[in-house]
C-alpha cells in the first residue's frame, strides 16, 4: 500500500525482465529494462470531480464499486489522456450521476502522496435537474449539509472538500483549498 513502486515486471517494449535501478543522471530507482534499458516511469495520478450543487444541495453516488462499496462520494475519476480536467470532471459526472453539468472553478486541491494522487474538485452547476445512477453508482441524491452522511463517506478527500464548500457557502464566498493528506496510521 505504501509502496514507492506499483509492481512493473516486464518491459512494455521488449518483454525483457525490468529492474530497480537509479538511471544515470536521476536521483530516483525507476524500473529499468535489462535488455533495452528503457526507463518506465511512474508518476501521480490525477483523480478528478465536481461538487454539484442544485438548489442548496449537493450531488452525491454511492459507490456500486470496490474500495468502498456502499460509501457516498462526489462523482469523480481518473482523468483520461488528451482531456483537460475540467472536462475530466465534468465526465466523471456524467458518467456516475448522469448529470450534464456546466463547470465553474477549481475549489479543492489534495495531496495524497502515499497512494500517489492528487485529487482536484471543481465546482458545477447541474443543468436541467436531472441526475441517476451511473454502472459505478448505487444510486445518486442531493444532499442539504444536515442530510450529509458524514460517517459514511467513501474517502477522506471527498468529506474536506465538502466541508470546506459547505462552510465557505455559509460565508457567501467560495476560494480555494488544499490538503495534503498522511496516511492512517493503522488501528489498535
Ligand atoms: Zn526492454
Known amino acids: 500500500?505504501?509502496?514507492?513502486?506499483?509492481?512493473?515486471?516486464?518491459?512494455?517494449?521488449?518483454g525483457a525482465p525490468v529492474a530497480l535501478a537509479v538511471p544515470p543522471g536521476d536521483n530516483l530507482p525507476r524500473h529499468v529494462c535489462t535488455r533495452c534499458a528503457a526507463v518506465h516511469y511512474q508518476n501521480p495520478r490525477m483523480v478528478v470531480?465536481?461538487?454539484?450543487?442544485?438548489?442548496?444541495?449537493?450531488?452525491?453516488?454511492?459507490r456500486a464499486i470496490e474500495p468502498r462499496y456502499g460509501r457516498w462520494t462526489l462523482p469523480a475519476g481518473f482523468m483520461e489522456n488528451d482531456e483537460t480536467t475540467a472536462a475530466a470532471a465534468a465526465r466523471e459526472t456524467r458518467e456516475e450521476a448522469c448529470a450534464e453539468v456546466e463547470v465553474e472553478r477549481l475549489f479543492a486541491l489534495?495531496?495524497?502522496?502515499?497512494?500517489?494522487?492528487?485529487?482536484?474538485?471543481?465546482?458545477?452547476?447541474?443543468?436541467?435537474g436531472s441526475f441517476g445512477a451511473g454502472s459505478e453508482s448505487l444510486e445518486s441524491r442531493l444532499f442539504a449539509e444536515d442530510e450529509i452522511p458524514w460517517p459514511?463517506?467513501?474517502?477522506?478527500?471527498?468529506?474536506?472538500?465538502?466541508?470546506a464548500w459547505f462552510d465557505d457557502r455559509r460565508q457567501g464566498s467560495f476560494g480555494l483549498h488544499t490538503a495534503d493528506l498522511p496516511p492512517l496510521s493503522p488501528p489498535g
Open 152 to 163: 459514511e463517506m467513501a474517502f477522506r478527500s471527498v468529506s474536506f472538500a465538502l466541508s
Open 110 to 128: 489534495v495531496n495524497i502522496p502515499h497512494i500517489h494522487q492528487v485529487h482536484l474538485f471543481y465546482t458545477a452547476r447541474l443543468l436541467g
Open 1 to 14: 500500500m505504501s509502496g514507492f513502486h506499483t509492481p512493473i515486471k516486464f518491459c512494455s517494449h521488449c
Open 49 to 62: 470531480g465536481c461538487i454539484v450543487e442544485w438548489e442548496s444541495r449537493v450531488l452525491l453516488c454511492r
